[in-house]
């Protein structure tokens, strides 16, 4: 097995500085924070904790980028430009992006691969967007009038992100944002910065202007706040659990900047017993085990029809067993490492306490240790009900609650009874009772006998305490814009003074 073709595990921390307008900023006197890589268990990183003062800097220079009209003023055909050939270099710089994507969230290295490489295609893909963003024309009110709807780059964008997906989430943000012309300050997470800040360089080598896309690092109570309070954005994008997307809405409130959330989910796989239970067995396994089920999708609730209950279980820890858990850097490998020893615990502390609410633990429920990395065995509570504690909340690591049902009205009961509503998977070969649960599930994003499938093209987003707004998608450019409603009169005024 080629088991090493990427670059090697660096042997010293790397120090990150920050990014403003187009220039790295070394961490100064700033207190610093390093990075320990859950994959291999040793320092990696070294990020600046930038101040409030770095924020104010940050916001000046977007907004001077902004009004210099230097990326906002141009066309969106040079635009489209920029945008593939950053898409290019994200290409031709994947194994160092996906290293430091495996070292900093210990995720394994296919998976990282996989989502550079979708993250390049979300650049390309709105590189057409930028190109054909329009607004609407009205005719239709008599011959003294024409009307005009326009879109408009809504200015400077704060950006937070989550840790669990990097690169794909900024890339589902990122050029959506630059497509119509803003200028933005990214605050990516402190514990997986490195790829959001070696992505400045791409984007300057790409020609984007210098000024428009800024870097601060930082925790959260500190940078994040500073930029979700800032009287300077326009609008800010968040991207992480539903707790702080509630501080980060009332912090907008500053100067009612437009909020976009994309928060948790405790999401439904609901499998009925007409399903092809081969292919559902493996797709609940796989939206189970994605990213070690630290992903806002997880397929974390298995709602199962109550005739095949035992049968089922019995299928999804045959493949649950058959997951290979472990070496990040090895290509074969499907769960990598949890994010943080204290996360591990957390995701531990679930196990047994779905155990002491009367759920059978019957797969996993173990840490497991590999080399100095630190993971988790995917998991499956049988036996619980959906008003136990580890059925409502997100737990965001690999355990799977089973509950039964016996209707498909009590299935989809079960399904909407949670404060989230981000995913939803359906199981059936009835294309009558597929497209019925379809529509009465309350999920943003919903699949049929899949799950987690998804690329640019459609909208991402959640009901309910699982976001307000959508990214990606045309709806993803639309919404960092301002819409312009334009009346003209045609010809002389007929006057109102006589
Ligand atoms: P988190 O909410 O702890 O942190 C997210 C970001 O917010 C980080 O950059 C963090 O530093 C910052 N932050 C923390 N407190 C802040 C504050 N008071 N003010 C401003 N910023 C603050 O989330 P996380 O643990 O990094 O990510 C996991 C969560 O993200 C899960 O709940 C997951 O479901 C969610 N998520 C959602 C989506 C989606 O598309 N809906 C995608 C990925 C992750």
């Known amino acids: 097995m080629d088991a090493i073709s990427f670059p090697a595990v660096p042997d010293m921390v790397r120090d990150f500085g920050f990014y403003i307008d187009g220039n790295w900023r070394t961490a100064g006197d700033r207190k610093t924070m390093v990075r320990s890589s859950p994959a291999v268990g040793k320092d990696v990183s070294r990020i600046a904790l930038c101040t409030k003062a770095d924020v104010d800097e940050a916001v000046a220079v977007a907004r001077a980028a902004f009004s210099s009209r230097s990326w906002?003023?141009?066309?969106?055909?040079?635009?489209?430009?920029?945008?593939?050939?950053?898409?290019?270099?994200?290409?031709?710089?994947?194994?160092?992006?996906?290293?430091?994507?495996?070292?900093?969230?210990?995720?394994?290295?296919?998976?990282?691969?996989?989502?550079?490489?979708?993250?390049?295609?979300?650049?390309?893909?709105?590189?057409?967007?930028?190109?054909?963003?329009?607004?609407?024309?009205?005719?239709?009110h008599g011959d003294d009038m024409f009307g005009v709807v326009t879109r408009q780059p809504i200015g400077v964008v704060g950006l937070i992100n989550p840790w669990n997906f990097p690169f794909i989430v900024l890339a589902e943000r990122v050029p959506y944002i630059l497509a119509s012309g803003n200028s933005l300050v990214v605050k990516p997470s402190e514990m997986t910065s490195a790829t959001t800040l070696l992505f400045a360089d791409m984007l300057k080598e790409a020609g984007l202007p210098d000024g428009v896309y800024n870097v601060v690092t930082g925790t959260g109570p500190d940078v994040g706040q500073a930029i979700a309070e800032h009287m300077d954005i326009d609008m800010i994008s968040?991207?992480?659990?539903?707790?702080?997307?509630?501080?980060?809405?009332?912090?907008?409130?500053?100067?009612?900047?437009?909020?976009?959330?994309?928060?948790?989910?405790?999401n439904p796989q609901i499998v009925f017993a007409d399903a092809d239970l081969d292919d559902a067995a493996?797709?609940?396994?796989?939206?189970?085990?994605?990213?070690?089920?630290?992903?806002?999708?997880?397929?974390?609730?298995?709602?199962?029809?109550?005739?095949?209950?035992?049968?089922?279980?019995?299928?999804?820890?045959?493949?649950?067993?058959?997951?290979?858990?472990?070496?990040?850097?090895?290509?074969?490998?499907?769960?990598?490492?949890?994010?943080?020893?204290?996360?591990?615990?957390?995701?531990?502390?679930?196990?047994?306490?779905?155990?002491?609410?009367?759920?059978?633990?019957?797969?996993?429920?173990?840490?497991?240790?590999?080399?100095?990395?630190?993971?988790?065995?995917?998991?499956?509570?049988?036996?619980?009900?959906?008003?136990?504690?580890?059925a409502r909340e997100e737990?965001?690591?690999?355990?799977?609650?089973?509950?039964t049902f016996k209707t498909a009205q009590e299935a989809l009961e079960i399904a909407n009874d949670s404060s989230y509503g981000l995913g939803a998977s359906i199981w059936t070969k009835d294309i009558d009772k597929a497209l019925r649960m379809m529509r009465g599930v309350h999920a943003g994003r919903t699949w049929v006998n899949t799950t987690i499938a998804g690329g640019p093209g459609q909208p991402l987003g959640g009901f309910k305490q699982s976001g307000i707004g959508r990214e990606g998608g045309k709806m993803g450019v639309e919404e960092y814009t301002e819409v312009k409603s334009v009346h003209i009169a045609i010809g002389k005024r007929s006057p109102w003074v006589r």
């Open 72 to 140: 906002s003023g141009i066309t969106g055909k040079e635009r489209a430009n920029v945008l593939l050939r950053a898409a290019r270099l994200i290409r031709e710089n994947l194994e160092e992006l996906a290293l430091w994507e495996t070292l900093e969230a210990g995720k394994p290295i296919s998976q990282s691969r996989a989502e550079i490489g979708d993250a390049a295609g979300h650049y390309e893909y709105c590189a057409g967007l930028a190109q054909t963003l329009s607004g609407e024309s009205f005719n239709t």
């Open 238 to 266: 968040f991207t992480g659990s539903t707790r702080t997307g509630e501080a980060i809405l009332k912090a907008s409130t500053s100067n009612f900047k437009k909020a976009s959330l994309e928060l948790g989910g405790k």
């Open 282 to 390: 493996d797709g609940v396994a796989f939206g189970l085990c994605l990213n070690a089920g630290q992903c806002c999708v997880s397929g974390s609730r298995l709602i199962v029809e109550e005739s095949i209950a035992d049968d089922f279980r019995d299928r999804v820890i045959d493949k649950l067993s058959k997951v290979k858990v472990g070496d990040c850097f090895d290509p074969e490998t499907q769960i990598g490492a949890i994010v943080s020893e204290q996360h591990r615990d957390k995701i531990l502390s679930y196990v047994k306490l779905g155990v002491e609410e009367g759920a059978t633990l019957a797969y996993g429920g173990d840490s497991v240790t590999v080399g100095e990395g630190r993971f988790i065995a995917p998991t499956l509570l049988t036996g619980v009900r959906n008003d136990m504690r580890v």
């Open 395 to 403: 737990i965001f690591g690999p355990v799977l609650s089973l509950i």
